[in-house]
């Protein structure tokens, strides 16, 4: 194995299509997600990944099974309520902020803390997963966006404090990608084709595309820290 990397939210969708993009690569892997992950060639912790102590003690056991973690991915999430903003329930909205922030800023801590412990932290990196909605305004999504937009600071804030560690902290933002929760959403009535056709290349990405930057962050660019890449057939680039 070349190194051990975690998956958060690595049971499904875009997740599950990083694990398997790194197992290709003969990376160990562990799986974080509260669901159990497909293939069986890899680790697996059910957490809840907003709880500290939980995060803590996942880490130590992934590194007794398969050795020190030097990577993370943190593609947990959860789905918006998807309302205006006048309807958002505040307990609904406060969650929406502690999975994919707070979740995202545990794992990160975690790792960071035990390599500096380890006194190991070159080369390390870490990817997160903001959105295409963490840019500019959006309708119904003063939930999900605003939680997707902090983790894009979030991970910026990350990349300055740790580059002196030489830990890489960089963020895809995807777009309209079909894994299963994009597929609840289009069962639920939502309409996907105004999306394709504003989408320069005309379609919704695949996971396992999405899977592809993720990793390239992750492993290959070696002097990239602090970015957050849309990867989303052109959807941002469009000026109006």
Known sequence: MTGHVVVTGGASGIGAAVVDRLCER????????????AREDV??????????D???????EAEQERG?????????????????ALELEPAGVLRMLDVHVVGTLLAATALTRRLVE????????????????????????????VAKAAVRQLTEN????????????NAVAPGHTLTPMVQDMIDDGYDVGPVETRTP???????????????????????????CVPVDGGWTAVGK
């Open 158 to 169: 990350l990349a300055i404090e740790w580059a002196g560690l030489g830990i890489r902290v």
């Open 201 to 227: 290349l005309g379609r919704l990405c695949a996971p396992r595309e999405m899977a592809a930057e993720i990793v390239h962050l992750l492993l290959d660019a070696s002097f990239t820290t602090g970015v």
């Open 43 to 52: 680790g697996h912790g059910e957490l809840d990944v907003t709880d500290a």
């Open 54 to 60: 939980a995060v803590a003690a996942a880490l130590r």
């Open 26 to 37: 003969g990376h160990a892997v562990t799986v974080w997600d509260l669901a159990q992950p």
């Open 68 to 84: 020190v973690v030097r990577h993370l991915v943190t593609s947990h999430g959860i789905r918006g309520a998807f309302v205006p």
């Open 118 to 145: 380890l006194d190991d932290t070159r080369g390390a990196s870490v990817v997160t997963l903001s959105s295409t909605t963490a840019y500019r305004g959006w309708v119904n999504q003063s939930d999900y966006g």
